[in-house]
């Protein structure tokens, strides 16, 4: 499955986030990442980072798609770093 995470949590727990989610997915620009993603890596992934954030604070929503061909990317500006799989 193709997996796209954006999150906005707490300033002093943006690299933590960041880390968890790079080792799973590729980072993308500012507080987005994808990747393909097995669903036990996904529920890894949820698992690290729900003990990660601060639940009352932060959010990280996860949209998943069955592959990388159903998503289309449009780009305005610059392609800060763009996951082999949508190039």
Known sequence: MYV??????GVERVARVLKICRKYLTWVQNS?????????????LQQELE???DQDNDTVQFYIL?????????????????????V
């Open 32 to 44: 987005l990442l994808e990747g393909e993603l097995t669903p036990a890596q996904l529920r890894r």
């Open 51 to 53: 003990r990660a954030i």
């Open 4 to 9: 796209i995470v954006a999150y906005d949590v």
């Open 66 to 86: 069955p592959q990388a061909s159903v998503a289309k990317r449009v780009t305005i500006g610059i392609v800060k770093n763009a996951p082999s799989q949508l």
